[in-house]
């Protein structure tokens, strides 16, 4: 919300089985995050979709899904687009369209981390063989 303190962007931390995750991107701020049965989510709605969307990596790994490099780096767009309209216009996002923009870019990135591999993979055994 425009107006409200901005929190101090520091490591953020929540315990899982006893291991402790630190979080040192996400702001999580409340007016940002999911809340389910009175207790926000670790993270902020856009991080909970671009971690939703690396669910996607298995699928490009295995070769189930295929995506070209412009089309993985298109899916970034709207999230840019999205925090970019945010940050200097006189306009606050909704938590769908965070969510609905980090799964984009989660998806995006797992392809181009799958793309990568995949070069770096063929590179590798074209220069051993």
């Known amino acids: 919300m425009k107006g409200e303190a901005e929190p101090e962007i520091a490591a953020q931390s929540f315990t899982v089985a006893n291991r402790r995750i630190e979080l040192l991107h996400c702001h999580r701020m409340p007016s940002r995050s999911f809340f389910y049965k009175g207790r926000q989510f670790p993270v902020c ?7 939703l969307g690396y669910c996607a990596f298995p699928l490009f790994l295995f070769g189930l899904v295929s995506m070209n490099l412009w089309l993985s780096l298109a899916l970034f767009l709207p999230t840019y687009i999205d925090g970019g309209i945010q940050a200097f216009c006189d306009r606050e996002s909704n938590n769908t369209r965070r969510l609905v923009t980090g799964v984009l870019s989660g998806v995006g990135m797992s392809s181009l981390v799958s793309i990568t591999g995949i070069f770096i993979a063929k590179q590798l055994l074209h220069l051993i063989s």
Not at 45 to 51: D, S, V
């Open 45 to 51: 709605a856009r991080c909970t979709g671009i971690y």
